[in-house]
């Protein structure tokens, strides 16, 4: 319950280096308090869910790769 950091998010590259309890609502607030150009892949899910736990539960996303994990093979 304590992994809750936002460690790097990579502009260039454009990816985020999180640990498991980081929420949309904490990564949302992150990007826009560092005035960031990424976006983030919205969901169905809360804003205080794991991010991670969605992704893994195969949540489903509205960005072009809507299909999370069949977008990533």
Do not use: C, W
Request: aromatic share 10%; proline share 5%; net charge negative.
């Amino acid at each position: 319950s304590l992994m809750k950091a936002i460690r790097l998010v990579n502009e260039e590259f454009a990816y985020a280096l999180i640990e498991p309890g980081v929420t949309p609502q904490q990564l949302y607030e992150y990007l826009a308090a560092n005035a960031s150009t990424l976006m983030m892949d919205a969901s169905g899910a809360g804003p205080h869910v794991s991010l991670i736990g969605n992704y893994l539960e195969r949540g489903f996303g509205f960005s072009p790769l809507a299909e999370r994990a069949e977008g990533i093979l």
